[in-house]
């Protein structure tokens, strides 16, 4: 939102208008710097600044909160807003980047159906179909359903995905 001055005459001293500024939106520094131009063109006295105020001038304590997650529970990196997903158990709106992600690949049908199909059908080797998923589910869901477990401090550091296992 761009800055938007206004002035009014206020009242007149020495048969002088002095002006009272208002700066509305944006960033009050910028208002400021146009203020005091403004002033100065008109030949009148420059407005103090405002003192910056830095997030890490307001830190009474040096030490620093712990953090229990090095990305914490994401994977943004850099990204102002990710789009939701809906997850799979419970229908919650989580943000994409920190949804569980579970990629499944199984039968249409299952395996008695299978038998049935196959032994009706007229081809010798006839491969069905199978469905691919991918299913998202909000953390809550996959702890509950042991998708996902929770891990000691030590293990939380290991970043590469476990043992895949081969039926």
Not at 40 to 64: V, Y
Not at 102 to 107: A, I
Not at 140 to 166: G, L, M, N
Request: include cysteine.
């Amino acid at each position: 939102m761009a800055t938007r001055q206004t002035a009014k005459a206020a009242k007149k001293k020495n048969g002088e208008a002095i002006f009272c500024w208002r700066v509305r939106g944006g960033s009050s520094q910028k208002g400021l710097a146009n203020i005091n131009k403004a002033l100065l063109e008109r030949g009148l006295a420059r407005l103090p600044a405002r003192p910056r105020i830095d997030s890490r001038s307001l830190k009474t304590d040096t030490k620093e909160m712990t953090v229990k997650r090095r990305a914490h529970g994401r994977n943004k990196k850099g990204r102002g807003h990710v789009h939701r997903v809906r997850c799979a158990s419970t229908g919650k709106a989580i943000p994409k980047d920190k949804a569980i992600k579970r990629f499944v690949v199984r039968n249409i049908v299952d395996a008695s159906s299978m038998r049935d199909i196959r032994d009706a059908s007229a081809y010798e080797s006839y491969a069905l179909p199978k469905l691919y998923i991918k299913q998202y589910y909000c953390i809550e869901a996959a702890v509950h359903q042991r998708i996902v477990r929770s891990r000691s401090r030590t293990d939380r550091r290991i970043r590469e995905p476990p043992q895949r296992f081969r039926r």
